[in-house]
């Protein structure tokens, strides 16, 4: 069975500072990758996807994440952040296989302060 | 395009009342699914389906039934509701993998139930 490790719950930063959110995986087959923004009371939006090619993956508001098949991680990276990134982000693995299912790490609360 | 659609959005049941929870999709996609989110445990699949008449159980499926009697509904039932039950839950659909660029799941807006 597959599983994800987010392996910061919460994560502070200040306005305009870098932020990284890790994230690791293990699967027994290839995976395809994704990560998920969820906004206070909101449903999730897609902030980007890994599926093949390019290990390097730019999504939206600036994000972005790069595929590491060697060290089973999918870490999602922002130059600047803003308060507005203010959420929780997901982490989740689909594994190449007969019946595909979506699992999803516990999650990080990016917080941002002024 | 609707895309996925969950109703109702919210509901506070009794313990030991029963519900259903509808998910309807127009993409035709093969696959659905339902999460429950919790908080501090992310997003954990209950139910799957893989095509119309066919279900099966995912990571947490005890107290729940569901049904996909037509392609596109998904139909999540709770026969006699325990406050655990209470959580944010998702429906969410994908088409067959193909290798597309287009490749993803599609989630719906979830159903905050409340048991009391």
């Known amino acids: 069975a597959q599983s994800v490790t987010q392996l910061d719950s919460q994560v502070p930063v200040f306005e305009e500072a870098p932020v990284e959110l890790r994230c690791n995986y293990s699967?027994?087959?290839?995976?395809?990758l994704f990560w998920y923004v969820q906004y206070p009371n909101q449903g999730l939006q897609l902030l980007l996807k890994?599926?093949?090619?390019?290990?390097l993956v730019k999504g939206i508001n600036g994000f972005e994440a790069e595929f590491n098949k060697s060290q089973t991680s999918f870490h999602l990276r922002k130059p600047s952040v803003h308060i507005s990134d203010t959420a929780e982000y997901f982490c989740?693995?689909?594994?190449?296989?007969?019946?595909?299912?979506?699992?999803f790490g516990k999650g990080t609360l990016l917080t941002v302060n002024p | 395009n609707a895309g996925v659609t969950q109703t109702p959005k919210f509901r506070v049941l009794k313990t030991g009342q029963s519900m259903t929870l509808l998910c309807a999709q127009d993409?035709?996609?093969?696959?659905m699914y339902w999460y429950r989110q919790d908080p501090g445990m992310g997003l954990r699949l209950i139910h799957y389906?893989?095509?119309?008449?066919?279900?099966a159980k995912g990571e947490v499926p005890d107290g729940y039934n569901v049904s996909r009697l037509k392609k596109q509904n998904f139909l999540l039932g709770l026969e006699s509701a325990a406050p655990s039950q209470t959580s944010v839950y998702f429906c969410a659909s994908r088409p067959t993998e193909t290798g597309a660029k287009s490749y993803g799941y599609t989630f719906g807006s979830g159903t905050r139930l409340t048991v009391v």
């Open positions: 989740a693995v689909d594994p190449r296989g007969s019946n595909y299912k979506l699992t």
């Open positions: 699967s027994s087959v290839s995976v395809y």
């Open positions: 389906s893989v095509g119309e008449g066919t279900t």
């Open positions: 993409m035709n996609h093969e696959y």
């Open positions: 890994y599926l093949s090619g390019s290990t």
